[in-house]
């Protein structure tokens, strides 16, 4: 005879209260200043969903969010082909397939803010030698002036920091495609475009997911680069979602607002990552015809 | 359809072979006819793959040629030759359908749409594929995949030979049956030249007319079934087919009398004709071949009868399978009822006609 009880309970409470700790009751803090006016320790009011609307309403939030999504979405576009160009380009095996994947991971051992300090210098057009090199050649270029050379600069200096990711998740992918798929192509005749667009991209299709995702949540969450830049300006065209969080929380100290808009940048994030996996789940799976 | 004919053919991963183990496969001359069913069957890594891609054109062969029809191919590649691969784990573009995967050889060669449908309608029906042609490939089941693979080298009519490099490894016992005697059904439909590679004795012996038996980079012999069963020219033949294999027993060999274990039995006149003249090069040292099918068991000691003591004694259901220690040697044999007990004393005859020797390996009478 089966017993029924709520033992079962017990077993998995070592895993709730770990998940409590580290994130549940964080996550409740936020909720906790999302929902209430803070005057001081001993004096607060409840005020319902009053930050979310006035967040919602923030004209800065809209252009931080529009300048958040170009930007993530120029990130994908530029990294994810450029990369599997790379990998592709890369030699499969021997010495120098390791050479060149040390030198292809080589931007990702470097940490954000040295990241953002190499190029903040390497751009200088007084002593930086890209920054000078452009100027000399005729082009005026000067991100501390301009918003747009200040925007360029922060997403070359991201495609070079985390395009070899991509490389690299895509190198795997095609590393684990067996031979008898090349060679049963040049049997059937296959074009070179044919070989990549019929095997090596539906094999690639798992990790590209991942490259996806990974690539979208890290642009969606920028603050180092541009922060060390030019702190978000000029004006505040490289002012992305989490500068705008920070100039709330930190700077402004409007912990209400901030903690509301918390909530709101966590669930685009999820929604987003959503999205994107869902969809290419659906990709290439499916009957036609 | 086209004879394959391999002249001087050899291969060696490494440049400037010089002894013979510097090859993965050594010097070999052979034609094989036109709608013939081959199978190479040899060890892993006995060179029959790599054999098999020199004849697709995935390998280029270091020394010697490959003529199909008399056309030197040996410096096409493999779309410009008209040779279908099935590789050993199945091939298919997992995004397609079955029906764009069998039409994608077609596409490739710029047919019309029409008649690419009409061609892979009659394949797909020829493979038992009809129901699942507007099916997402990657769907199916491992045999219907292998199919497949196989499919997208019938659809093409200028093809002349279907390589088959261990097809049936992933598939399950019961459809591996069904599968192999599909294949029959198209080869005496097609009339195409099937060559297959495997190294399960049962596989090449049920499916092709004449077994290639490869080892260590080298062809040892070829011939029917029944040849390389009673008559194995090579010691590896001998061991390698057959379940158990040859017993291979150390002999000497003198003065018309061959000695196992210092016993001594006369040699027919036709086989010490042969061996004398090798008394010298060999050492007066041979080895008798005999399978454990033919080994004879007696009661009693008789005319050339040697005494053997039983080892174990197995009862298999339809016969026994019986061990013997003879000499230094040991002696299988399928007998049709049981000797005695382990430990017992037996006497093994050796019927002349089914008795080979080999010198050097290699057979002499």
């Known amino acids: ?289 | 359809m086209a004879r394959i004919e391999l002249q001087q053919l050899a291969h060696a991963y490494r440049p400037n072979p010089t002894v013979p183990a510097d090859y993965a496969l050594r010097p070999m001359t052979m034609t094989w006819d036109d709608g013939g069913a081959y199978a190479l069957l040899g060890p892993s890594g006995c060179g029959k793959t790599t054999l098999l891609n020199i004849i697709s054109g995935l390998v280029k062969p270091s020394h010697g040629r490959v003529l199909f029809d008399g056309k030197d191919v040996t410096d096409l590649p493999p779309e410009a030759r008209n040779i279908a691969q099935v590789f050993q784990f199945p091939v298919i573009y997992d995004t397609m359908t079955v029906f764009d995967n069998l039409a994608f050889p077609l596409r490739n060669r710029g047919w019309k749409e029409a008649a690419i449908r009409q061609r892979v309608e009659h394949v797909g029906a020829m493979l038992e594929l009809s129901g699942d042609l507007k099916h997402r490939a990657s769907g199916l089941s491992v045999d219907a995949k292998q199919k497949i693979s196989l499919g997208r080298g019938l659809v093409r009519p200028d093809v002349a030979a279907v390589l088959f490099d261990e097809p049936l490894t992933v598939i399950d016992p019961h459809l591996k049956w069904l599968l192999r005697r599909k294949l029959k059904e198209i080869h005496h439909e097609l009339k195409l030249s099937l060559i297959y590679v495997t190294h399960d004795q049962i596989e090449a012996l049920t499916f092709a007319d004449q077994v290639v038996v490869m080892t260590q980079g080298e062809v040892v012999q070829t011939g029917s079934a029944q040849d390389l069963f009673e008559q194995p020219q090579h010691t590896f033949v001998g061991y390698f087919i057959g379940n158990p294999g040859m017993n291979l027993l150390a002999c000497t060999v003198a003065d018309g009398m061959a000695g196992i274990g210092g016993h001594h039995f006369p040699l027919p006149a036709a086989v010490w004709q042969a061996l004398e003249p090798l008394q010298h090069s060999s050492g007066g040292q041979a080895r008798l071949g005999i399978r454990p099918e033919y080994v004879e068991c007696l009661a009693a000691p008789q005319d050339g009868s040697l005494p053997a003591t039983i080892i174990s004694m197995r009862d298999l259901g339809t016969h026994y399978l019986a061990e013997f220690q003879l000499g230094a040697n040991r002696v299988a044999a399928k007998l049709a009822r049981s000797a005695g007990q382990p430990g017992a004393m037996a006497w093994l005859h050796f019927p002349p006609q089914r008795t080979l020797y080999y010198v050097n390996e290699q057979r002499v009478a």
């Open chain 1, 1 to 289: 005879m089966k017993t029924y009880n709520n033992r079962a309970w017990f077993l998995i409470l070592p895993v709730i209260i770990c998940v409590a700790f580290s994130a549940i009751l964080p996550l409740m803090t936020i909720v906790n200043y999302s929902v209430q006016d803070i005057i001081s320790p001993t004096q607060k009011i409840f005020v319902g969903m009053e930050w979310f609307r006035s967040v919602m309403r923030d004209s800065d939030l809209h252009g931080a969010l529009s300048r958040q999504l170009v930007f993530s979405l120029a990130v994908l576009l530029i990294q994810i082909p450029l990369g599997v160009l790379i990998a592709l380009a890369m030699p499969a095996s021997g010495w120098r397939a390791s050479l060149a994947l040390v030198l292809i991971a080589l931007p990702l051992l470097i940490p954000w803010n040295v990241v953002g300090t190499i190029w903040q210098i390497f751009g200088r057009d007084d002593i930086g030698l890209l920054g000078h090199a452009i100027n000399a050649a005729g082009i005026s270029y000067n991100y501390t002036g301009s918003s747009i050379d200040a925007w360029v600069t922060v997403l070359v200096m991201d495609v070079w920091h985390w395009t070899p990711l991509v490389v690299l998740l895509a190198y795997a992918g095609l590393r684990s495609i067996p031979d008898a798929y090349y060679q049963a192509a040049r049997i059937d005749g296959a074009s070179r475009w044919a070989v990549f667009r019929f095997i090596e991209l539906p094999k690639m299709r798992n990790v590209l997911m991942i490259a996806v995702l990974l690539r979208f949540m890290d642009s969606f969450m920028i603050y180092t680069e541009p922060f060390v830049l030019t702190g978000g300006g000029p004006g505040n065209a490289t002012t992305f979602l989490s500068q705008y969080l920070t100039q709330k929380a930190v700077g402004q100290f409007d912990l209400g607002p901030a903690a509301a808009f918390s909530l709101i940048y966590f669930l685009i994030i999820l929604l987003f990552c959503f999205v994107l996996y869902t969809w290419m789940q659906r990709l290439g799976t499916g009957d036609q015809k």
